[in-house]
């Protein structure tokens, strides 16, 4: 039976051991601690930057791979010398580690992208601001930001002083966009890609809030654009598994890219219940080299919202009364202010009935919002 090691225990790797069941693949977890969302699936606990922790969870593995982009590129290099394949790779990876170093490789790939520059204590702030046509622009720290964690619009200097203390800013223009699109794909060590069908996201506080699948209102150009821009991504960097393309919508339509993600992401639970292969099943099959499923949807739409900060106690009964048709995914964790700790599906044929019967489940389980 093939053995894919998941360096992480939270709700991503979680997620994967339904489909692992379903695949016939052995999946085995190196979480951080005890009690995480992945622990029935749990065979080591320890600390992902610890080489010699990693590299030995990960001998009799056919492939290893990740719930989060956080392992050091070193660590990642060691398993691949010891001849286990990691997938995606440490050199792929690698860009996810530092929003500096994405930017960079995007350029290099010719991707369209917001207008950006680098930015420190040392830098002229006129002509760093003037690249990026003024303020308010978007700053972001390079590394270790998640939900919005790190980003920042800023109107002037002085919102910023605190995080320039610590380190080089990546600095972009406030992208006037008229809506976020994520198109996932995943592609074979061999090159064989598929992707689904592009997504909308909605964001509350620079966190996604809820995803509509297909985007409402996507004309041809628009899936051909993403679809392309995809392809020529994954191909650009060689991922192998799933890679998420998060981009800004202009009002003429063009498309510039936000960042990548190269894991199952938020932007793609909706694909459990709406697609034939859900990410989840489809990034396994993409790190063991095994046939992509078939990403054809199986109804017209479908929406998902997360829960955020907690899920009332016994309140699942009681939505599934009201809503037999939602699916609740419960991601086992302790609750805080903010942090996500679920999300609903409902699939069917009308997105804003959809979203409102979601916003109806959402509103009868969150302990808070
Ligand atoms: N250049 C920009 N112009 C306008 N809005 C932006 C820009 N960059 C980011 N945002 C907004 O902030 C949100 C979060 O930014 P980004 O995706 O870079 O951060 P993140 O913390 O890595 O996010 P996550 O991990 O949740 O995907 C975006 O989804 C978008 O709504
Ligand atoms: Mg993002």
């Known amino acids: 039976m093939t053995k894919i090691g998941v360096v992480g225990g939270g709700q991503l790797?979680?997620?994967?051991?339904?489909?692992?069941?379903?695949?016939?693949?052995?999946?085995?977890?190196?979480?951080?601690?005890?009690?995480?969302?992945?622990?029935?699936?749990?065979?080591?606990v320890g600390d992902f930057r610890d080489t010699s922790e990693v590299v030995n969870f990960s001998q009799n593995l056919d492939v290893l791979t990740f719930d989060h982009e956080h392992v050091p590129t070193e660590v990642l290099r060691e398993v691949e010398n010891t001849g286990v394949p990691v997938f995606p790779s440490a050199d792929a990876l690698t860009l996810t580690h530092n929003k500096i170093v994405m930017r960079e490789r995007l350029e290099e790939l010719g991707a369209p992208q917001p207008r950006w520059t680098v930015i420190s204590e040392q830098t002229d702030r006129e002509s760093a601001l003037a690249e990026v046509g003024g303020f308010p622009c978007v700053a972001k720290k390079p590394v270790g930001g998640y939900d919005g964690k790190g980003v920042r619009v800023v109107e002037s200097w002085s919102e910023i002083e605190d995080w320039l203390a610590e380190g080089s800013l990546l600095l972009e223009e406030k992208v006037p966009f008229t809506r976020?699109?994520?198109?996932l794909s995943a592609r074979r060590p061999g090159g064989e890609w598929l992707s689904w069908t592009p997504v909308e996201t909605r964001q509350k506080n620079?966190?996604?809030?809820?995803?509509?699948?297909?985007?409402?209102?996507?004309?041809?150009?628009?899936i051909s654009q993403s679809t392309e821009l995809a392809g020529a991504i994954?191909?650009?960097?060689?991922?192998v598994?799933?890679?998420?393309v998060e981009v800004f919508q202009l009002p003429d339509g063009s498309l510039v890219v936000n960042e990548l993600a190269m894991r199952p992401h938020n932007?793609?639970?909706?694909?459990?219940e709406l697609s034939q292969t859900s990410q989840f099943e489809q990034h396994l099959r993409a790190v063991a080299d095994l046939p992509l499923g078939a990403t054809d949807l199986l109804q017209p739409r479908g929406v998902m919202v997360n829960l955020f900060g907690g899920i009332k106690t016994d309140s699942k009964a009681r939505a599934w009364t009201l809503a037999p048709e939602a699916?609740?995914?419960?991601?086992?964790?302790?609750?805080r202010p903010g942090r996500k700790v679920g999300h609903v599906?409902?699939?069917?044929?009308?997105?804003?009935?959809?979203?409102?019967?979601?916003?109806?489940?959402?509103?009868?389980?969150?302990?808070?919002?």
């Open 180 to 183: 976020e699109l994520a198109l």
């Open 345 to 369: 599906v409902v699939v069917g044929a009308d997105a804003e009935s959809l979203l409102a019967r979601a916003e109806e489940v959402r509103q009868a389980i969150s302990a808070s919002s």
């Open 267 to 272: 932007s793609g639970h909706v694909f459990t």
């Open 241 to 244: 598994g799933v890679l998420a």
């Open 234 to 239: 994954a191909e650009g960097i060689g991922i």
């Open 13 to 44: 790797a979680r997620m994967m051991i339904p489909a692992a069941i379903n695949l016939g693949i052995d999946l085995q977890v190196f979480a951080e601690a005890e009690q995480s969302p992945a622990s029935m699936a749990t065979t080591l």
């Open 327 to 335: 699916k609740i995914h419960d991601y086992g964790k302790s609750p």
């Open 206 to 222: 620079g966190v996604c809030s809820e995803v509509i699948a297909p985007a409402p209102d996507l004309d041809p150009s628009t």
